[in-house]
């Protein structure tokens, strides 16, 4: 088996672990802050980070490392939970699952700017064209009812963009899982002050969904998800593996429809498929 493949493989496993990251972290801001939801689970995710590293005598990072994965744990470990929890606060988890579809292209611009190899023209061209479906949906669905929500969706999309292809260049020289390792624990003592002074009174009102939801987000979304995700993208190419992000929002639509009861319209279908064609376009003309 090639390594693209091996890549392609490594990505699709990731994507399958961040598919229930919007629905947890929905049923999970219903009973906690946002705030002490993004502290708890990078800590959480810290501690089994930092045996994972133990264990397995990994090598600390170089002193030029150290930025990047500074830069990693901005965009993952603390921009994107913590803006997209606050959007569901806004939106329901269905609304937000649409701008997910704007990952590959938020990716790939992001390695671009980081000096990776230029995609074609038609890369982009399909690439923009999945986005303009996402911008026109929020323009005619949501926005007007939730601006902040969808702003904030922009946001968290645009600071995840940037984690995954600064960590994705930094995967080829210590590994996939030792980035997403290291990111936690470089983010550990701010992510633990910010889980303790949002603590919720009183714990028990906590639902034990909301506590379900706040492990899967911890283990899946902030650990093991990132594991095979950032492999993938170092193997296989950041913007052509980037494509399969595709698969994300096709499979956190039925998450939501299953265990939130939160309608599926027409319209996010349509989207859905129009964003479809775009990316099997964009991964048509990625390498």
């Known amino acids: 088996m090639d390594t693209k493949t091996i890549g392609w493989i490594n990505g699709g496993l990731g994507i ?31 501690g089994l980070a930092a045996g994972c590293l133990w264990v397995f005598r990994a090598a600390r990072p170089a002193a030029r490392d150290i930025r990047s994965l500074i830069w990693v744990a901005l965009g993952v470990v603390v921009g994107f939970p913590l ?28 390695a671009s700017l980081l000096g990776e190899k230029h995609p074609p023209r038609l890369f982009w061209l399909f690439s923009g064209l999945g986005g303009a479906c996402i911008v026109i949906y929020a323009l005619t669905q949501g926005f007007s009812v939730s601006p902040i929500g969808d702003l904030l969706m922009l946001a968290a999309i645009a600071v995840c963009g940037f984690g995954y292809a600064e960590g994705a260049r930094l995967s080829r020289r210590l590994g996939g899982w030792q980035v997403i390792c290291w990111a936690l624990v470089v983010a550990l003592p701010v992510m633990l002050i910010l889980a303790v002074m949002t603590r919720p009174v009183d714990l028990s009102i906590i639902t034990w969904p909301a506590w379900v939801s706040l492990g899967y987000v911890s283990v899946f979304s902030m650990l093991i998800g990132f594991v095979f995700w950032y492999r993938g993208l170092a193997m296989g190419g950041i913007a052509a593996v980037g494509q399969l992000q595709l698969m994300q929002p096709f499979l956190a639509l039925i998450l939501a429809a299953c265990l939130l009861k939160e309608p599926i319209g027409g319209a996010v279908i349509a989207v859905m498929a129009a964003i479809v064609a775009c990316v099997a376009g964009a991964r048509r003309f990625a390498t």
């Not at 399958?16 to 629905?23: H, I, K, N, R």
């Not at 049923?27 to 939801?37: E, I, K, T, W």
């Not at 329901?92 to 990716?107: A, E, K, R």
Request: proline share 5%; net charge positive; with cysteine.
């Open 16 to 46: 399958l672990a961040f598919s229930g990251s919007l629905p947890a972290t929905k049923v999970a801001v219903q009973a906690m802050s946002p705030y002490f939801l993004t502290g708890a689970r990078a800590v959480i995710a810290a």
């Open 83 to 110: 803006l997209s929890a606050m959007a569901l606060q806004h939106i329901n988890s269905v609304h937000s699952i649409v701008f997910t579809g704007l990952l590959p292209i938020s990716t790939a611009v992001c």
